[in-house]
């Protein structure tokens, strides 16, 4: 799968330099935000690899011969954290999770498709969720339906029964 | 030729002098009531005409220039005011529309641009904003700087700047650029790029370094340029205002 829908900014060479300019540099950032974020939902990425990302085309373009630095990308990643649109997999920081919705919205567009196709207190599996085929959700990464199906957990909406291939849970 | 002396002949010559002056003042109250009888006719035939035609007057665009031509040459400015004489043609109302609309527009597009757009990118967006009816499209450059030029009365927030070959930029943050700040914004049209470096103007301008930079980091200070560090000789300082992909963009 390949990627189509750049922003004008992408062919934009000083886009890749983080701005000295603060109120230019919000701008950018925002730019960076909505980029980083269509371009993870398009290709369904769930997981950020800070040293890969620097080679990948999202923050390297080959044509410019512009590339966003490590540093950039960090800033554009704690951007994206403050909003609830990014979080850390480990301490230092090398990977990230990337939610183009918010760990809240998963766990209500779950819920809600629980309740519409009527499987509140019954178990369905995590294979079920993640192929639901005409929702938001299908193909997303399990880590991430997990950490959206424990905020329902910590609501009283869900129970989770992890168990390998079998887990699932029980929406209430 | 002998001239004719002695007292009758001063009596006789300002006798004739006096004949002369009752003579002219005639002539120039006579003539005084003739304009005066004319401006009235140029007048009512003005309102007349602009009553016929108030909708023509809106819609074409010709038409406009014309008037603001014959206005010019006369010196009379029909948007001085909304109210009195020239009011009746609508002219003003046209303009002054069209202002609150430039407005807009910049408004809208700051997030952007910083706050520099060109004519062109302006003309292009008001006009999709303005509608399909052909009244509403046929607004040009001319019609666009006599707006623009109204909203000085707002001070140095809203601007003019002349880049040359008949282009223009419209500044709507405030800060007044310099004459340098110009001279580059012309400069970096001139070239057709959408960006400058120090180098450029120092061999263009014949600008040392101290000041090439301090008019760049001004413009840098303003959000109206970003710079570039990735380029493999210099920093290169680029306007969004006028880079092809973002005039286009939505």
């Given amino acids: 799968m390949t990627y189509s829908n750049w922003p004008w900014q992408y ?41 890969e990302a620097e080679r990948s085309e999202l923050f390297n373009n080959a044509k410019l011969q512009r590339k966003l630095p490590s540093e950039g990308i960090i800033q554009v990643l704690e951007s994206l954290a403050k909003n609830g649109n990014a979080e850390p997999c480990n301490k230092a920081k090398t990977r990230w999770y990337i939610y183009w919705h918010t760990l809240p919205e998963w766990a209500d567009k779950m ?34 339906v997990i950490k959206a199906l424990r905020i329902l957990e910590g609501k009283q909406k869900a129970e989770l029964i992890l168990d390998g291939e079998n887990s699932g849970v029980k929406f209430f | ?57 809106k819609k074409n665009a010709t038409f406009r220039r014309q008037f603001q031509e014959m206005c010019a040459s006369i010196g009379v400015d029909p948007l001085a005011s909304g109210k009195g004489f020239w ?17 807009e527009v910049c408004l809208a597009t700051n997030y952007k641009n910083g706050g520099l757009i060109s004519l062109d990118e302006l003309r292009q967006r008001l006009i999709k904003a303005r509608g399909r009816s052909k009244q509403h499209q046929e607004i040009t450059i001319e019609d666009l700087l006599s707006a623009a030029r109204k909203l000085r009365i707002f001070g140095n927030g809203f601007s003019i700047v002349p880049i040359g070959k008949g282009q223009y930029l419209v500044q709507s943050v405030p800060g007044e650029l310099s004459m340098d700040h ?16 120090i180098s450029i103007l120092k061999t263009h301008l014949n600008w040392d370094h101290e000041r090439a930079k301090k008019a760049l980091d001004h413009m840098v200070k303003e959000g109206l340029c970003w710079i570039d560090e990735q380029n493999t000789r210099e920093i290169l300082y680029w306007f969004p205002s006028m880079f092809s992909e973002c005039i286009t963009a939505r």
Avoid at chain 2, 87 to 103: A, R
Avoid at chain 2, 184 to 196: R, S, W
């Fill in chain 2, 182 to 197: 110009t001279a580059v914004l012309q400069q970096t049209a001139n070239l057709g790029n959408a960006n400058i470096s």
């Fill in chain 1, 111 to 144: 819920y809600n498709w629980a309740q519409e196709t009527g499987q509140t207190n019954s178990v369905c599996t995590l294979f079920e969720i993640m192929n639901a085929s005409d929702q938001d959700f299908y193909g997303l990464n399990e880590d991430v």
């Fill in chain 2, 1 to 57: 030729m002998r001239r004719s002396a002695g007292i009758g002949a001063i009596h006789k010559q300002k006798k004739e002098q006096g004949k002369y002056k009752d003579k002219g003042s005639e002539l120039q109250e006579s003539q005084l009531e003739q304009m005066s009888k004319q401006l009235e006719v140029f007048r009512i035939n003005l309102e007349e005409f602009a009553g016929k035609h108030r909708n023509e007057i």
């Fill in chain 1, 11 to 51: 062919s934009f060479p000083p886009f890749f330099t983080i701005q000295p300019n603060l109120e230019t540099r919000a701008k950018q950032l925002e730019a960076w935000r909505s980029l980083v974020l269509d371009y993870h939902r398009a290709l369904k990425l769930a997981v950020l690899d800070v040293s």
């Fill in chain 2, 87 to 103: 009011s009746v043609l609508g002219i003003g109302d046209f303009y002054f529309e069209l202002s609150v609309q430039i407005v």
